[in-house]
């Protein structure tokens, strides 16, 4: 009889942690007899991109919907974020980084740990079960922790992911992780002949909190002064996008990872930034210093 195949798979929008999360949970699974795939939902970006060409990953499956299918979801676990399909899947397990926003009928695995990256839980995992890691698997889950951290400038960076980090950059064959890591992150840091719609939904996930939806986006510059001249383009594409989805509001989060703080665009009501942050937002954005991570610095102020 043959094994069920359960999806490893990471949410919309995907980034180098989801992406290569899914892909070393993949192979952990696999040592223990599961029959697992690592995929992914949507379009990769550029860092992404760079993180798979670097340690020679071909031909990862792209889904196009979940339905019917049985997954593993990590680095998320609250269904507006999740593959199409989510609703009519078979939820097996979860391994995530964020606020828990999930119920189910059905108990289920669920490995939740405050980390700065769902590859460290990984990692932490494979290290305690003495798994024997690869220099593919290491280097993939380096570039997720070094990615999600913001090469550990961000506000959720933890001694854990500093630690593990270390460890797998010896696996990996990485001497210097500033450098390795600055590299990655540059990948994704310009702004240069990408459309404002591929800007927002680089890295855009979408929450509710009581009567309101909302979306956020986030992308890492090296200099804000290349997102201010693309300000007006994304204002109309940002609109257009909270008047599809029905959001209440909607934010681009432009983080510049040298200077350490993010400029907000914002379109709808922006009374809810307005009180979280006790600011008055002219022009549709503000700059807030040392604002580096949507996840703790930006999200749960809204909350």
Do not use: W
Request: hydrophobic residues 40%; contains cysteine; aromatic residues 6%.
């Amino acid at each position: 009889m043959e094994k069920e195949i359960i999806y490893v798979i990471g949410h919309k929008s995907p980034d180098t942690d989801t992406v290569c999360s899914a892909i070393a949970y993949s192979s952990f699974l696999k040592k223990q007899k599961i029959n697992a795939i690592p995929a992914y939902y949507g379009e990769l970006n550029p860092e992404t991109e760079y993180a798979l060409d670097l340690f020679k990953v071909k031909d990862l499956l792209n889904l196009k919907s979940v339905k019917g299918k049985s997954v593993v979801l990590v680095d998320h676990n609250e269904a507006i974020q999740s593959p199409d399909g989510i609703e009519d899947s078979k939820v097996v397990e979860i391994v995530d980084h964020h606020k828990i926003g999930f119920s189910s009928s059905d108990p289920i695995a669920f490995i939740a740990r405050p980390y700065g990256s769902t590859a460290t839980i990984i990692a932490e995992r494979m290290f305690l079960e003495q798994f024997k890691i690869t220099k593919q698997i290491a280097g993939l889950l380096l570039c997720a922790i070094l990615s999600d951290t913001i090469v550990f400038k961000s506000t959720t960076t933890t001694k854990t992911d500093m630690k593990i980090a270390k460890e797998l950059a010896v696996i990996a064959g990485v001497t210097n992780l500033k450098i390795f890591g600055i590299e990655l992150k540059k990948k994704k840091a310009s702004l240069s002949g990408l459309s404002a719609e591929k800007i927002l939904y680089s890295d855009f996930k979408l929450f509710e909190a009581s009567d309101k939806k909302f979306g956020i986006g986030q992308i890492e510059v090296v200099d804000l002064k290349e997102g201010k001249e693309r300000k007006e383009d994304i204002i109309k594409k940002l609109g257009e996008i909270v008047e599809k989805d029905g959001l209440s509001f909607g934010v681009l989060m432009m983080t510049d990872i040298i200077k350490e703080g993010s400029e907000l665009i914002i379109v709808g009501d922006i009374k809810p930034i307005e009180k979280a942050f006790k600011v008055k937002i002219k022009d549709n954005s503000i700059y807030i210093p040392g604002m580096m991570s949507r996840k703790k610095d930006l999200v749960p102020k809204l909350m």
